[in-house]
Structure formats: C-alpha cells, structure tokens
C-alpha cells in the first residue's frame, strides 16, 4: 500500500511498537474507535486525569493511516471564523474558543517538548492575504470584531511584509498572527501513539468495527473476535456516516489534495519561508501552504472531489487526480519554483459539516457511546481541543467543555442524496468558474455569486 507522503517519512524514521490486531474477546472501561488525533487525544486526556481506567483504542488500518497523518500540518486556530462561530454557538463560547484555540497551539507545542514528540513543529505564524484583487478586504469586519472584543492578536500587513511572510509576491492586503504554525502530523500521530502506549493505553491497529451493539455494557465486535465496554468513543471522521446512518446528513466529504517538493533550502530561505508559517489567500476553497524542516514546500487546495452517499473513495488513497493543476498553482504562486521537481502528490477527505465546525454528540438513548467529526479540513488544532471535550464528558466533568454547544450533535443537516450530491457539485461549479473570474480581474455572473453564497456558512476548505 502506498502511503501519503507525511505517513511514509514517518515510518521510515520509526516504525513504532508493533500494535497488533485485537483477537478473541477482551474487558475495557473506555474503547476509543480510531487511532488518529481525535481518538489519541481523547485517550491520552482521560489516562491521565484517571490513570486507573483502561483504555483501548481499535483502528482498522494504522495509527495516522486516515485524515491525521495526510493533511496539510498548518497549525491553525478558529479566531478568522469569529462571526460564523458565534452564530454557531452565540458570542460568549465563540469568544471561550477562540482563545482555546490559540492557546491550544502552545499547548500541543509544549506536550510534544515534554515528551519528547519530535513532529517539527514550528510556531512560524499564520498569514492571510488576498491573491486576486477581489479578496480584498475579506478579513476586515472579523478583524473590526476581533479588536472590538479585545481578542485580536493579528497584525495588518503592508505589501512589502506580506511578500516577505507568504513567500509570494501574488499575496496582499494581508493578516499575521504568532498563534499558529506548523507540524509535520504523521510525526505528530506517532508521538501521540508512542506516549499512548506508554501510558498503559492498549493499541490494536488492523482491527475494524464490525458492529456496534447498543447497551450496558456495549458490545462490539471487531474482526476477530468483540470488545465490552463501559464507555465508547467514535473517531472515525469521515467513516462516521457509514458507521452511524443517523448521521449520514451531518457532513459531505471532499478531498484536500497536496503536493509537495524535493528539498530546496536554499529557495525556501531565499522566499522568507524557513519558519514553518502557515499560508492562505482568501478564496472559498483556498490554496494553503508551508515549508518542511527540511526545505520542502507543500501546497495544497480544498474543494475538489466530492462523494456521493458520502462513500469513502478508492481516489482518498492515492496520489492526487489534480497534480497538474497544483502544479500550475505552485509555479503561479513560486515562480521562482518553476524548475522544482514535485516529490510527491497525496490525497485526503475532508469531513466537512454544514456549519464548517466539528460537532459532539452521543448516540440517541445511547449516552455512553459518544462521537466527534466534522472538521472541515481545518482539525490538527482542533482536534485536541476535541478531545478536551470528548474526555471531559468521559469523565463526567462539569465544566465549560461538557456545557459547550459543540456537544449536541449536528445542529443541521444536508439535503438528502442525489439532492446532495448535485447541489455540491452546482455550488462547486460555481464558486470554481467565480475564482477563475476573478483571478481574471472579469465580472462574476450572477448566478455563480448567488451560487457561491451558498457555502459560506461553511467555512473555508483546506
């Protein structure tokens, strides 16, 4: 099986200890479903606030084989989505996790110094900026909001340090904050995996879900053989509407597709980009970037294949369908990288929710099984803030985790397939034949705004 560029450098570094599939039947307190962020999270914040409880986490291919160990690595936080989160979950917990989550970007940083997790991760900064002259101006009313509210650690950019922060002299009008960076997240996985381990949490990767059993205690069974539980966890991201047909409505899943390049340390230090900050320009689907420790330069772009019935695609495993235009995007951006070779090209499904935000739920008459998806292409960060609240309603916390409005499950749903699926590639085709007018300095059609309207409450892809 050929592995995602992130994954197979990982392995060839460390493979881990061997975490063999799960046979026969086995007695825990909590199974954790899923080996990637969500699920390590979840299982390292509940080991160590009770050391006492087992803990098993069950996944069907290898820990980071999924979304974790595939994405771009940009350290982002959810401060440039203040107005649509507060909408969301109303203006005090937008303001509460706004700064959760730029915290949470010291906090990773700071766990994986303390154990040793070396993920290169780089605390580089996040800019945005505009790449055609309709984007600008897009970020102004959040920053007005930010700073009305006192919650602004973002710098304006003038042109000349915009150039120097992207890397880019296609970027403008941008934004800076010190609260992001970046990581590599197949390393970061397998730090979170090797400190799990540690702990006395029991891995069993190559072991799926069969079935789940409701009850008490839950029964599920894997490949060979079943688990008992107290409590479960599903952290599945974009299996879990497979796993759970009631939530089959609550997400659509479309590819995040990257490339990235030999190394070049010596351009990446010639375009300012050696500190590892992570990079967007401001279109709906974005084009995001970020430099390696060893001066590669990945860039990827959101938006591109969607799956009908949410059926998870043989495409998300393999090298990107859309090299050639990444290609273009990369010499669009960098020509100064015209004569790079492309080392690799990957593909990753992006759970993304109606409202752009990951929801928290339990299963209906079901309070012990709990669930967390829907990150929308944006979740290194955000994922261990999911797993704060996902452990403190293992726990039985009373606090403004379990109380937060991110714990209900989806607040709304899609339409129903083919319904779907064809309004997604409509709204798609739109917003694609928008960008490509603007980048063009043309006039938008008409249709094509009203179209692309459509999916702002979501957010952005990447």
């Known amino acids: 099986m050929q592995r995602p560029f992130w994954l197979a450098e990982a392995l060839a570094i460390h493979p881990g200890e061997a975490c063999p599939p799960l046979q026969g039947e086995s007695h825990t307190d909590l199974c954790i479903v899923g080996g990637g962020f969500t699920g390590l999270w979840t299982a390292i914040l509940t080991k160590q606030a009770r050391p006492d409880l087992r803990i098993v986490i069950i996944e069907q291919d290898i820990c980071g084989g999924g979304a974790s160990g595939r994405n771009g690595g940009c350290l982002l936080t959810w401060s440039t989505k203040y107005p649509s989160l507060a909408d969301h979950v109303g203006a005090a917990e937008a303001r509460r996790l706004i700064s959760a989550s730029e915290q949470a970007v010291f906090d990773i940083a700071q766990f994986c110094a303390r154990h040793q997790i070396d993920a290169e991760l780089r605390l580089g900064g996040a800019i945005y900026a505009a790449s055609n002259p309709a984007q600008t101006g897009r970020l102004d009313e959040v ?103 009631g939530l089959a409505r609550s997400m659509v899943l479309v590819s995040s597709d990257m490339i990235i390049t030999e190394p070049v340390p010596d351009l990446i230090t010639k375009l300012g980009l050696q500190h590892g900050q992570s990079v967007c320009d401001l279109r709906t689907f974005v084009h995001y970037w970020r430099s390696t420790a060893d001066g590669r ?90 797993g704060t609240l996902l452990s403190a309603r293992l726990l039985g916390l009373d606090n403004a985790w379990t109380r937060s409005p991110l714990f209900g499950g989806p607040i709304r749903q899609y339409p129903p397939e083919p319904i779907r699926w064809a309004g997604a590639m409509l709204i798609r085709q739109a917003i694609r034949r928008k960008e490509r007018a603007e980048d063009r300095q043309h006039p938008v059609a008409w249709l094509d705004e009203r179209l692309s309207r459509l999916a702002a409450s979501a957010g952005k892809s990447g």
């Open 143 to 245: 920053m007005a909001s930010l700073s009305r509210l006192d919650l602004s650690h973002w710098q304006a950019l003038d042109d000349a340090r915009c150039h120097q922060l992207t890397g880019s002299t296609r970027l403008h009008q941008g934004w800076y904050s010190a609260a992001a960076g970046s990581v590599q997240p197949a390393k970061l996985v397998r730090g979170l995996r090797r400190v799990a381990l540690a702990m006395g949490i029991r891995i069993h990767e190559h072991t799926p879900l069969r079935r789940l059993h409701r009850g008490d205690p839950i029964r599920l069974e894997i490949g060979q053989g079943q688990i008992t539980a107290r409590q479960v966890v599903l952290a599945v991201n974009a299996h879990l509407p497979n796993l759970v047909p």
């Open 297 to 386: 330069l990945m860039l990827g772009k959101g938006g591109n294949r969607i799956a009908f019935g949410n059926r998870y695609l043989a495409a998300f495993d393999q090298p990107s369908q859309y090299q050639h235009p990444l290609r273009q995007r990369l010499h669009h951006f960098f020509p100064e990288l015209a004569h790079t070779t492309v080392a690799a090209s990957w593909t990753g499904a992006s759970d993304r929710s109606v409202s752009g935000f990951p929801f928290f739920g339990h299963l209906p008459d079901q309070p012990n099984v709990l669930y967390g998806a829907g990150y929308s292409g944006n979740g290194v960060v955000q994922s261990y803030l999911g």
